[in-house]
């Protein structure tokens, strides 16, 4: 697409979570400092909250990465599941053979067993569940549970729960304070600052290999600011079409304009630029994305 262009060797605005593109910024190295320091001190539940969008999956897997080799990590990236099935998922992540259709007990057994050796091979095991907003009341229940499980030093199982702010209000229930009260640690994501977003963009273009000039206009970094709220992934998604419009345009350089009319297409951002403009540039915009297509396929 446009990366010979700009002198790119990837693409620098993909919105997979991609822990090499992790951006150091002072509520991302702190929430990551958080989950260090929780895991460390073997606390049993830590929980991480944060917009859609303020980057909590590549946190996540940034956490898992720096962790030493002490740790057996699980992770669970859609925890909306019952008790028993999350309980097979947690089984199949510590590699733990079942028979087919074993019971809730001998599921649970199992689970105990396989904890108890790797507690005596000196390793601590971390389940981390994102979108934890979605786990089932009773799902969230039957995890307290599995925090009851502990030596005379330690516990045996510590739970990070990566969630948006809705995970809050769940938390909240009555019926669930016993879980409530073990959460010991916790952090919540905040969206970059305009000086972090600036940073943030250029970060991400140095790792995708770009060695020019100033790519983004100071005006464009305002516009990608105001259009995205500081938020990571609706920065990325808007930063990518600002950068096929300008390359579009035949531009070395990222306006405003551009940045104003990627956002307009861009259902959760926060246009600001004249319809007739926008009409014209997003006309170019696809007539290019559909050449560079067409050249593929041939």
């Known amino acids: 697409m446009y990366r010979s262009h700009f002198g ?22 702190e929430a990551l400092n ?5 895991a460390n001190n073997g606390e049993g539940f830590i929980k991480i909250t944060g917009e859609v969008g303020t980057g909590k999956t590549l946190l996540c897997r940034k956490f898992m990465a720096a962790l030493g080799p002490e740790f057996v990590t699980a992770y669970i990236p859609n ?16 590699d733990i053979a079942l028979e087919k259709d074993v019971d809730q ?53 510590q739970i990070v729960l990566f969630g948006q702010p809705e995970l809050d209000a769940v938390l909240e229930q009555d019926k669930i304070r016993q879980l409530m009260q073990r959460i010991t640690f ?31 206009e100071q005006a464009a970094i305002g516009a990608l600011y105001r259009a995205s709220g500081g938020l990571p992934r609706l920065a990325n998604i808007v930063a990518h079409k600002a950068l096929m419009l300008a390359f579009g345009e035949g531009r070395q350089q990222v306006s405003a304009a551009h ?40």
């Open 8 to 29: 790119l060797h990837e693409l620098p605005f993909g919105i997979t979570p991609d822990t090499s593109y992790f951006f150091a910024c002072s509520t991302a190295q």
């Open 34 to 38: 958080t989950l260090l320091v929780a």
């Open 79 to 94: 925890p909306l599941l019952e008790p028993r099935t999350l309980m097979l998922a947690l089984a199949d992540e510590l």
């Open 105 to 157: 007990h001998q599921l649970l057994k199992s689970i105990n067993h396989r904890l108890l050796v790797l507690a005596r091979e000196e390793k601590r095991v971390l389940l981390c569940l994102d979108e934890a907003q979605a786990i089932p009341i009773e799902s969230l229940e039957a995890l307290r549970l599995l925090t009851n499980l502990e030596t005379e030093k330690r516990k045996l199982l």
């Open 186 to 216: 916790h952090y919540r994501l905040r969206p970059l600052t305009r000086d972090d977003l600036e940073f943030y963009v250029s970060h991400r273009l140095r790792v995708a290999g770009y060695t020019g000039a100033r790519l983004f």
């Open 259 to 298: 940045i104003s009319v990627a956002a307009k297409d861009t259902g959760a951002a926060r246009p600001g630029l004249n319809t007739r403009y926008a009409a014209a540039a997003l006309f170019v915009c696809a007539t290019v994305a559909a050449g560079t297509a067409w050249v593929f396929l041939q």
